[in-house]
T-cell receptor
Framework: DTGVSQDPRHKITKRGQNVTFRCDPI?????LYWYRQTLGQGPEFLTY????????KSRLLSDRFSAERPKGSFSTLEIQRTEQGDSAMYLC??????????FGPGTRLTVT | AQSVTQLGSHVSVSEGALVLLRCNYS??????LFWYVQYPNQGLQLLLK??????LVKGINGFEAEFKKSETSFHLTKPSAHMSDAAEYFC???????????????FGQGTILTVHP
């Protein structure tokens, strides 16, 4: 069990650029979640996968956001045409058969 | 819809004093409740969870929480604060298995705990 990993840890991009984040869950965890956390707030749910199927998306996930989990392993979250309001910490978590979600260290996005 | 309210965005205690972080929830079904801790620039670490078994839940680092259905509360306590407890704490709720929001966590806004020497 090596834990949930996320890459990159930090990303600075200019407004209008596309960015992609990667999350590697704990192996054999079938559920993977993405959350967004802005300064001074708790994490907010964005979307989740059970294996390779994306089962729910939050209203927070605009058309500029897309997430994938090919083969039910790692997941990517892409933001197209970034805006300053997209600046946040993007957290990934995975969950197996118990009730606990294990979080990665997050990717901090800064849009200038 | 579920929601979590954490009373007090900042709590300050002296080292050795009691820690009490308040959490109230709203849920249309019997909830599962969690407390997470977050250190600066890090992800969240689970402290403890309530999953409809014992109402008094013990977690890591000496923390515990009590589920009180009548008060819709799940307050976090620790008898004696350490300097290393300084961090941000989040209360979260999800549906139990079979619920529409099972597994999806709804978080409170967090409480920053400061521990003074």
């Amino acid at each position: 069990d090596t834990g949930v990993s996320q890459d990159p840890r930090h990303k600075i991009t200019k407004r209008g650029q596309n960015v992609t984040f990667r999350c590697d869950p704990i192996s054999e965890h079938n559920r993977l979640y993405w959350y967004r956390q802005t300064l001074g707030q708790g994490p907010e749910f964005l979307t989740y996968f059970q294996n390779e199927a994306q089962l729910e998306k939050s209203r927070l996930l605009s058309d500029r956001f897309s997430a994938e989990r090919p083969k039910g392993s790692f997941s990517t979250l892409e933001i197209q045409r970034t805006e300053q309001g997209d600046s946040a910490m993007y957290l990934c978590a995975s969950k197996g058969l118990n009730y606990e979600q294990y979080f990665g260290p997050g990717t901090r996005l800064t849009v200038t | 819809a579920q929601s979590v309210t954490q009373l007090g965005s900042h709590v300050s205690v002296s080292e050795g004093a009691l820690v009490l972080l308040r959490c109230n929830y709203s849920s249309s079904v019997p909830p599962y409740l969690f407390w997470y801790v977050q250190y600066p620039n890090q992800g969240l670490q689970l402290l403890l969870k309530y999953t409809s078994a014992a109402t008094l839940v013990k977690g890591i680092n000496g923390f515990e929480a009590e589920f009180k259905k009548s008060e819709t509360s799940f307050h976090l306590t620790k008898p004696s604060a350490h300097m290393s407890d300084a961090a941000e704490y989040f209360c979260a709720v999800s549906d139990p298995p079979g619920g529409t929001s099972y597994g999806k966590l709804t978080f409170g806004q967090g409480t920053i705990l400061t521990v003074h020497p």
